[in-house]
């Protein structure tokens, strides 16, 4: 077994889940299927059961989802050791944030950890930020950028770098949302509203929505703030934006801020990773070099 077959299977043995397992890890659903069946030959016993509806562990599959946690730990361990006697800190840093948040707020923290550490890579995914949390977890990533989320896993470290301004925005062009804002009276349970489909963002419009009162059409629900200012440029609705997106999106002329009488709370936005992991001299040098900025 190598480390990459043990982190297929520790996260298919979390979502139980081939197809999830496959596309959140970047293999092919034979490849996924070939190293479980590799494991299940070199264990001889079967670690999953699997039928038309669901994938279950076997008893020997949890006690090889225990092994393998063990065996990840330690092999992190020997390269930390090993990491500690070298002169200098080398080796690959996978990192997860935003579109908006690699050219934002990621290019100043790199410049600095480039000085420190020329030899070490940069491995970056871009994605929707709520999806951070799980990255790390689901060892996708070592380290994310993002917004701190209603509930940080006891299990994580979290470390602020900024703080994001939220507003609500609108489509400038002539449309019927930009008609139902024009009135004298304004009726917010009228205006089409496009929602974020989860994450701190979406917790954001339930509150205001829920201390307002009020229950609007919804026009759509999509994943990553870019997506919801290109919507609204198109006149589908109003969403919520934090001062980042905006400033740095192709569209942000077709767009205004309103005022609505609610005053959101920022984003805290951070960087994210296992607290067990801290101890790691490449992470741990990026992780000071990102709150010096």
């Avoid at 596309?23 to 069946?37: D, F, G, H, K, W």
């Avoid at 770098?161 to 009228?190: F, G, M, N, R, Y």
């Avoid at 589908?236 to 077709?254: F, N, Y």
Wanted: charged share 20%; hydrophobic share 45%; net charge neutral.
């Amino acid at each position: 077994m190598d480390s990459r077959s043990a982190q297929l299977f520790l996260h298919l043995a979390s979502s139980l889940n081939f197809a999830k397992t496959s596309e959140q890890l970047y293999v092919s659903p034979s490849t996924l299927t070939r190293v479980i069946q590799r494991l299940e030959q070199e264990l001889n016993a079967p670690l999953f059961t699997r039928d038309k509806r669901s994938v279950q562990l076997t008893p020997a599959g949890k006690r090889m989802q225990q092994f393998a946690r063990l065996w990840l730990d330690e092999w992190h361990q020997l390269q930390l050791d090993l990491q500690l006697a070298s002169a200098e800190l080398s080796g690959a840093i996978r990192l997860f944030c935003t579109v908006t948040a690699s050219y934002s707020h990621l290019p100043a923290i790199l410049d600095r950890f480039r000085l420190q550490c020329p030899k070490a890579e940069i491995q970056l995914t871009t994605g929707d930020a709520a999806l951070a949390i799980d990255k790390i977890r689901h060892d996708e990533a070592d380290i994310a950028i993002a917004a701190h989320p209603q509930q940080l896993p006891s299990t994580m470290l979290f470390q602020t770098i900024a703080h994001l301004p939220v507003w609500l925005i609108a489509p400038v062009i002539p449309c019927k949302t930009t008609d139902l804002l024009a009135k004298p009276q304004i009726d917010w349970s009228e205006i089409p509203l496009i929602l974020p489909e989860h994450g701190p963002a979406r917790l954001r419009v339930d509150q205001w929505l829920q201390a307002a009162q009020i229950n609007p059409p919804i026009v759509a629900k999509v994943d990553g703030h870019e997506a919801m200012v290109s919507m609204v440029a198109l006149g589908s609705g109003i969403a919520l934006s934090t001062e980042p997106v905006l400033q740095h999106s192709p569209v942000k002329d077709r767009v205004r801020v309103i005022n609505v009488g609610y005053q959101f709370e920022p984003f805290n936005l951070g960087l994210c990773m296992l607290a067990k992991r801290q101890a790691e001299p490449l992470l741990q040098r990026f992780w000071q070099l990102a709150a010096k900025g």
